[in-house]
């Protein structure tokens, strides 16, 4: 699957997300960090939707050493304001193939 398609599938699903993020099925968004900060981070994913990611819940080794531009996927579940997604797991694509460590 091209990444512009992964990238609508996301988008798509977010919008449609409605219930508790308790209840809600994992939402997959893959694009590229345009900034990272503490517990915040945002991804432009290829459709040119920017998606703001809570960091609290992820593991930190999964997202130290990010910079903008670095390719990411992350897998995590709507808040539920609908405002970011919050990550439950991220991976880097490092030109190989995605990997969980910096």
């Given at each position: 699957?091209?990444?512009?398609?992964?990238?609508?599938?996301i988008v798509l699903g977010v919008a449609l997300a409605a219930a508790p993020a308790s209840a809600?099925?994992?939402?997959?968004?893959?694009?590229?960090?345009?900034?990272?900060?503490?517990?915040?981070?945002?991804?432009?994913?290829?459709?040119?939707?920017?998606?703001?990611?809570?960091?609290?819940?992820?593991?930190?080794?999964?997202?130290?050493?990010?910079?903008?531009?670095?390719?990411?996927?992350?897998?995590?579940?709507?808040?539920?304001?609908?405002?970011?997604?919050?990550?439950?797991?991220?991976?880097?694509?490092?030109?190989?193939?995605?990997?969980?460590?910096?």
């Amino acid at each position: 699957m091209t990444r512009r398609r992964a990238a609508a599938l996301i988008v798509l699903g977010v919008a449609l997300a409605a219930a508790p993020a308790s209840a809600q099925p994992l939402i997959r968004v893959v694009g590229t960090v345009q900034w990272i900060a503490g517990d915040r981070m945002q991804v432009m994913t290829d459709s040119g939707a920017p998606v703001l990611v809570d960091l609290k819940e992820a593991d930190q080794s999964e997202y130290r050493g990010l910079r903008p531009r670095d390719w990411v996927l992350i897998d995590g579940v709507l808040s539920p304001d609908r405002r970011r997604v919050i990550a439950r797991e991220i991976w880097r694509d490092d030109g190989r193939g995605w990997t969980q460590s910096p």
